[in-house]
């Protein structure tokens, strides 16, 4: 279980921040239905069937805003750090896709400066076919630790399903059945 519980953490700190510094030069893509650029609050919000790529990351979400660095916020930087990105926002039926992990939820904020993510409302990771669950899940990138918190809701636990390699036993004696992955989960990559 601690192996499992490990490989958890590690895949989550693939999200946007984790894989922006080691991917350097890569581009990030995003197509909508429709952006709007907002120059005095460097902004750019994007809406309708919004799917944002960068490298093996994949994000998608109703709407999503793009907060950047200003001239002079990114003149203040330390010399060779090219980051753009200050925050940013998805809201609505949000899933993030890595080859490791698949997490879903109903809004995802991510803080370039704090290197933190956080998805809530209702929020699932599934890597292979173990699954956390909560009303939020925290990742603080840099400290390679996440936390998953409940909702103030009467009787909501935060739940994890941890499978061993053996696929998991049909409504086994005493075992809970974990919620079902989206579609377009990946296979656990240990089966690949």
Known sequence: MTRYVFLLILGLTLLPGATARSEQGVAVQIESDRMESVGGENAVLFSGQVVAR???????????????????????????????????????????ETPEWVGTGGRLDYFEGERKVRLTGDARIWQGSNLVTGESVTIYLEEGRSIVERSDRPGERVRAFFYSDDPPRENGAGAEAAPSRPDSAPENPANE
């Open 54 to 96: 960068k490298g093996d990351l994949v994000i998608h979400a109703d709407d999503m805003t793009l907060h950047y660095l200003g001239s002079e916020e990114r003149a203040q930087l330390p010399a060779g750090d090219e980051r753009h990105l200050q925050k940013l926002f998805a809201v609505g039926n949000v899933k993030v």
